[in-house]
């Protein structure tokens, strides 16, 4: 799981906002409390009951064939750090290394959220659904060894996520299974395209390679895309969760919820991003786009992001969120403050139900292929 709406999420304005240890590597120190806001990565729970008495019968084989999948462990020998790694933290210059560091600690934050909630599902429902179980546990697996592997390079800037304090402080948001099958599905793939479009950049531009641990983005996606494989069986095994116009409007709007918020958070840290030699609103466009396409596959209806009003939108929000970040970073009380920014959010309530309501592409016209 990436930045789950996040993942994937799935973030970063200004400070760290995930519990860190500041320190040297050897002995991290003082713990930075959380601060959250809509765009950090969430932390998931759900209706464990119902997720055990689910009916997998109509898509039982694709879920056979993808858990087959998954106890191959292909990436089992990937997630080694080798000698690239020494000293490459040093090389960075302090503005780049912080942007740097942010970014490992969001990553990391998502994957690990990934893996708390696919370890305790696989956990709950063992007895009642034990071929889900195994797929949640083969996914736990994958997002432990990712999150290890980001904490792993942190720790290389003398930086580590107290994982356990993370678990026990950070607030859970509860979603019924059918929610938790829309945003995992969508922080998957958004996180699948994600790493490739960086991997694939890198590639072309290997100066921009700031740090060794964009070598392994090519294996890691895998994970990714075969994690949101799983559940786009798993809504075809409950085709209720993809018919019907209600499930049309919760797919728009989880949609775009996570084109949103990756967006304005994308900007909003788009110093990363040029430390790669990518621009941050070109990123997102191609990310956003190919999540859309893929979600065609299962979700009834996606986005007309190719409407150019789609992207005036979001370079409202965008505006409104800067604006924000302003009025918060000014000084004053809290009241004030608050008093400054109601305006602002009000705006960007309208921006997204302008966004909600712009006719959606039916997914039968767009992805005939495969549906
Ligand atoms: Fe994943
Ligand atoms: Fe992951």
Not at 213 to 236: S, V, Y
Request: charged letters at 25%; a neutral charge; proline letters at 6%.
């Amino acid at each position: 799981m990436v930045p789950p709406a996040a993942t994937a999420s799935t973030s970063v304005q200004g400070s760290p906002q995930v519990p860190v240890s500041v320190g040297s590597p050897s002995a991290p120190a003082v713990k930075d409390p959380a601060k959250d806001t809509i765009l950090t990565p969430r932390f998931y729970t759900t209706d464990f009951d119902a997720m055990a008495a689910m009916d997998l019968r109509p898509n039982e084989a694709e879920l056979e064939a993808i858990c087959e999948e998954f106890r191959k462990d292909y990436n089992r020998h990937h997630f080694v750090r080798n000698e690239e790694f020494e000293g490459a933290a040093d090389k960075l210059d302090p503005e780049t290394r912080k942007v740097f560091v942010e970014f490992l600690e969001q990553s990391c934050t998502s994957e690990f959220s990934g893996f708390l909630l696919y370890k305790e599902l696989s956990r709950r429902i063992k007895q009642k659904n034990p071929l889900l179980a195994e797929c949640f546990a083969h996914m736990a697996r994958d997002e432990a060894r990712h999150a290890g592997f980001l904490n792993k390079s942190m720790a290389d800037f003398g930086r580590q996520l107290d994982l356990g304090f993370l678990t026990a402080n950070k607030a859970y948001t509860y979603f019924k299974p059918k929610f938790i099958f829309y945003a995992t599905y969508l922080s998957e793939k958004i996180g699948y395209w994600r790493y490739i479009a960086i991997y694939r950049h890198l590639e072309k531009h290997p100066e921009s390679k700031i740090f060794p641990i964009f070598n392994f983005f090519e294996n890691w996606c895998q994970d990714e895309n075969r994690h949101g494989d799983f559940f786009d069986a798993l809504m075809k095994a409950q085709p209720d969760t993809v018919r019907g116009f209600t499930s049309r409007l919760w797919c728009r709007f989880f949609l775009l919820a996570v084109f949103a918020t990756m967006y304005v958070r994308d900007v909003a840290r788009k110093e990363f991003y040029e430390a790669l030699g990518l621009d941050a609103r070109e990123y997102d466009k191609e990310v956003i786009i190919k999540t859309n396409e893929t979600s065609a596959r299962v979700f009834p209806v996606v986005l007309d992001v190719e409407n150019p009003r789609f992207w005036v939108r979001l370079e409202r929000l965008v505006h409104n969120n800067e604006a924000l970040s302003a009025v918060d970073a000014a000084d004053g009380p809290a009241p004030i403050k608050a008093l400054h920014k109601l305006p602002f959010w009000a705006a960007n309530g309208f921006e997204m139900a302008k966004l909600f309501l712009m006719a959606p592409i039916r997914s039968e016209a767009f992805q005939p292929a495969v549906r």
